[in-house]
């Protein structure tokens, strides 16, 4: 449900943080809300695909399940962080975004090691 939230917080926090002030901060609390309760929302889907291994195709270790679920959401806790930041900076709040989304661009899933392509 975040998911259609997320172009209008972004257009909303483009908009506003040109012009600064209370509105920029403001915008950019609106912003890093909509990716956390997205975060939030996609660590649970994940979570509860990995609980099982009747829903895998290749069983995942309990305790790789573990990490792979701490590493996944790790950015809602980020985004929560980002939240209180962006009432004392909106471009701060910006730039930690920005580092999440670097985060998440390296592979954080579990995957079949032994399997061949």
């Avoid at 972004?10 to 040109?18: D, G, I, Q």
């Avoid at 939240?83 to 920005?98: E, G, H, K």
Wanted: hydrophobic share 55%; aromatic share 12%.
């Amino acid at each position: 449900m975040f998911v259609v939230a997320i172009p209008f917080a972004t257009s909303t926090m483009a908009a506003y943080l040109k012009s600064g002030g209370a509105d920029a901060h403001l915008a950019a609390a609106l912003y890093s809300g909509v990716l956390l309760g997205a975060a939030i929302s996609f660590s649970a889907i994940f979570g509860w695909s990995i609980r099982s291994d009747e829903r895998r195709h290749v069983p995942l270790p309990k305790d790789e399940a573990r990490r792979a679920l701490l590493r996944f959401g790790s950015g809602s806790l980020v985004y929560l962080v980002g939240i209180a930041i962006a009432f004392v900076s909106a471009i701060a709040t910006v730039v930690l975004i920005a580092l999440v989304a670097i985060f998440y661009v390296f592979e954080q899933t579990p995957t079949d090691r032994g399997a061949s392509a």
